[in-house]
């Protein structure tokens, strides 16, 4: 998370840099990069999703071609749950309330939003995997159904693990 708030700290315009002189000012910059961090970060854990969901979506396309018509509709489950989460963190609110925002999230609920954060990188990586797992078991119709339910367990692991980040966001978790 670092290297992105490090990125959006170092393209600070000369205005809000004058602004940072002034006392009280530079805390609200600093907020404002971290809310401006936290929605490029998200960008990038949708985009992460989105290639497995475009996986996830040409794997079903294969199951029709092979005649494998029994798995779609559980295969259809996991899609549909890897686009819930796509949807989810694309149009979640950013991670650090403004200066007049209803509710305020302090630095240890930053922290635990950035921690969330770095789990669906990791969660990014064991979708892929387990897509690997299905297409490697579209030679093994006995190990087909066990890998799909790994897949959906994985992307509905992906949707609660947004939902317990969005609870701190608004306060409510």
Do not use: C, H
């Amino acid at each position: 998370m670092s290297d992105f708030f490090e990125k959006v700290s170092s393209q600070v315009d000369p205005f809000k840099k004058l602004g940072s002189y002034i006392p009280g000012f530079s805390g609200y910059i600093e907020r404002q990069n971290r809310r401006d961090a936290d929605k490029l970060l998200r960008e990038t854990v949708a985009r992460r999703f989105e290639e497995q969901w475009s996986r996830a979506s040409n794997l079903q396309v294969e199951l029709v071609n092979t005649g494998m018509i029994s798995y779609v509709d559980d295969m259809e489950k996991a899609v549909l749950v890897l686009r819930t989460f796509i949807d989810k963190i694309s149009t979640a609110s950013r991670g650090y309330s403004g200066l007049f925002d209803a509710v305020k999230i302090n630095e240890k609920e930053l922290e635990a939003i950035y921690q969330f954060d770095a789990a669906f990188f990791d969660l990014a990586k064991q979708v892929g995997d387990a897509l690997n797992n299905v297409e490697a078991s579209l030679a093994d119709e006995t190990a087909l159904p066990a890998a799909i339910r790994n897949l959906t367990t994985l992307s509905r692991l992906a949707v609660e693990t947004f939902e317990r980040r969005a609870e701190i966001v608004t306060g409510s978790g």
